[in-house]
């Protein structure tokens, strides 16, 4: 087997359209609804900018053969696999997921595995996955046990649900309006969009909130209590990831409340801890904020020895997520996040898309598949099926791009 001779970063670059993609019908929820955060604590915006964007990770064998990944955080991510992750790979086998997944954890031991660290392993994690599938000529869904199953329903994130059920879908997240620190007002507020949201998905919908970390126990209490007519099917992060005891009180509160969360957890140890204590009855990793496609799996599988289902976070949006999931044991549900307007086709929903906003379309690259009547169908091989020109990787330089972006 040949073995791996190195690690490369890149930036993606796609050409500018060379024709016009299909015109909205109107601005997304993106633009209509604003999103509640843990920051209207504030009285003027924090500055939540991620260091860097989206960066590329180019895995080389000794043979030639190549597999690409992709973080968030780039620039963080550059400095930690230039100088810590891509030499605890080099030299190892092609193949060694696992044995590489080892290496680059206990590298970063000492000084921090997780957040930041997490996302720079899940970079080197997939393009090692994909570098194997593409050498044994093999999708990735296969080499880590799959698949699963042949396809599997499909959630649409977003509150444009009129549009989403045009589009065939039968399962929909709203993302909450309000948070905490907008009383009963909020909650009232809050009550009206789900209602009108009921009225359109149709009775045997289902229907959830993301409340992206909005609420305290009280107020999340209140508010679940409030929808309990709708019948929710989930209630997710309804507390930031770091109130553990928060959620175990909240199980009290309203212990017939379906919970989710788990996409900002970093590592599998919180979510490991979190299914033993029975925290939540739905984990939702996100494959590169938890630390790559090794690493989430580690947790499916312990998930699934406590009887716990996953779903990851914005699964269905990219090619990486959509292979974990047709692997996984304990994954009967993939979400698929709503980046463009209504009236655009989701098959121009990628980079380099002729759709201005179909290029918004977050970590999906040419290619990638899409729902179909809610339902997704097992993604194309070899490797993740990530083709791209190889023109459209620019090499990233770190001091360059740290000036260019002052
Ligand atoms: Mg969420």
Redesign the pocket.
Known sequence: MATIERIELFRLEPPPAERAGTPPTRQSWHHTLRQATPFDRFDEPVNRREPGGMIWVKATASDGTYGLGSTDTGETAAILIEQTLGPAVTGQQVGAVDACNDRMWHACLSFGMEGLAARAIAGVDLALWDLWGKSVGEPVYRLAGGPQRQSVPCYLTGNDVDWGRELGFRKFKLARPHSVYDGQAGIEGTVEMIAKARETAGADADLML?C?MAYDVDYAARMCEALRPFRMAWM??MLPYWNYDGYKALRQRVPWQTMATG?HWSTKHPGIRAVQDRLVDLI?ADLKWIGGFTEAMKLAHAADACGIPMCL?TGGNELYGQHWTFAAPNVHLIEYIQFSDPGVPLEECYAGSPSEAGRKAYRATPGTPVPKNGTMALPPGPGFGVHLPEDWLIPWNVDADHNQRG
Do not use: G, I, L, T
């Open positions: 993301d992206w997710e992060e996409e939702q976070h």
